[in-house]
């Protein structure tokens, strides 16, 4: 009876297990993620040709959720270099005459007339008269040395009173680990100082005080989104894990600065700073390298190093210097294609290979809430990023990324016969909205032969599948979803992809 009761159970569990492989996987924590993109060139008119209103209607057929835009101090004041605040502007005040806000408008405006939520990076650099010692800023270049916290946090001020209910999050200060590079003299000066007692990460000293003066601010004239201001917005280089860490005042172990350090961090009074969410750029080289790239720095950030972070969250909690349980924001993130960038090892085909596989390494990470596009449009300067889903110019020539972006497609190999396969129809939320929705089809070539459709799979809330199919060559066959695309017409197909293996986070 005994072995009889045990053959039993082992069929069943084997029978069960067979069919969990060939049912649709249900949708993980990690799973709706929303999808996030930025192209301010194009959004502010800067590219020649372009239509800023046609763009952000693309974006919506794209399927992006969320809109991210930076708002920078020297942008919207009317002339970056006055050594001395004029007399009559009050930086709290949004009506004051040197605010120029008509770009920012127009943008915030076309987002929500599209059902695009919108997230403002409010950022420096700001007026050269902003800095704590103008002095050190000279030309008619911007200046991003030591900025007076105070008057940020007045700037926050006037963005919240002006864009109050019009913003789902807001995020302080763009890639505050970031200072002089060739381009220009970067977003945050000084990095660091060298001291007897060691050295002191200075920009993530300043980043705290210009976030607690940004958050103060923001907690006063939008109340409701004071629970969604987001820390960080890393650069994956230039060591942006100390940065993190000396900003809440702990040292690389994930402990408390003592004794000179204590002092040279400002971290006499600690208080607990009440953060929505971690904010990340976590590019690999500079956007030129494969989503499983490794790298021997151990302070950088790149996507498939995110357990460094997870590491720091779970410290920074730990410690009370933040709360506990908060996302990760991927809020910049792209490849640099070749064309244009000659520099780049990726084709047009692996960039659109490379993206699909980002989100699909995102997508099994609870921690994730949103997953980020840099550009939609390249821009005309090949020695700047060029990581867009179409070419610059008037042409707007797509490149095979477009279509992946819209339709993402990953198919992982198990066995020969065992497949799973992950896919996205990102347009499915505003397809439903606007009763253009759809099923998709998953289609399915064997070597030597045609696609033909062999499911149907349901998706979740933002277009999402994940289902594991067991059939005969699924690991040296064909894949690709294909979607009647009532948004724009027609049919909508993504890459071809083929089975590879699993994507997963490095955990040094």
Known sequence: ????????????????????????????????????????????????????????????????????????????????????????FDPANPESPQYQWGATDRVVSLARANGIKVLFTISGPGPFWSSEQPGKCRGRGICSFRPDAKVFGQFVEAVAKRYRGQVDWYSLYNEPNIGRTSGGPGWLMPQTTRTKAGTVQTAGVMYRKLWQAGYKAIAKQDPARRGRVLFGEMAAINAPLPKFYAALCLDENGKPFKGQLRKLNDCGRVSRLNIGGWAIHPYNQGGFGPPNRTTRSRTALPQQYLPRLHRLMKKAAARGRVPGGKGIYITEFGYQTNPPDRISTITPKRHAQYINESDRLFYGDSRVKTVGQYQLVDVDDVTQYNSGLRFAGGSKRKKASYDAYRLPIVVTRKSASLVEVYGQVRPARQARLANAFSAPELQFAPPGRGFATIKRPGLNSVGIFRTNIRRGGAAAGRWRIKWQNGLIGGVSYSRVAKAGKALRYYQD
């Open 1 to 88: 009876m005994r072995n009889s009761k045990t053959l039993r159970t082992l069929v069943y569990a084997l029978l069960a297990l067979v069919a969990v492989l060939a049912a649709p996987t249900a949708a993980n924590a990690g799973s709706n993620q929303l999808s996030l993109m930025q192209d301010d060139a194009e959004l502010f008119g800067e590219r020649q040709g372009e239509d800023p209103a046609a763009a952000m209607k693309e974006m919506k057929e794209l399927g992006v959720d969320v809109l991210r835009t930076n708002v920078l101090f020297y942008r919207v004041y009317r002339d970056f270099t006055d050594r001395s605040r004029p007399s009559s």
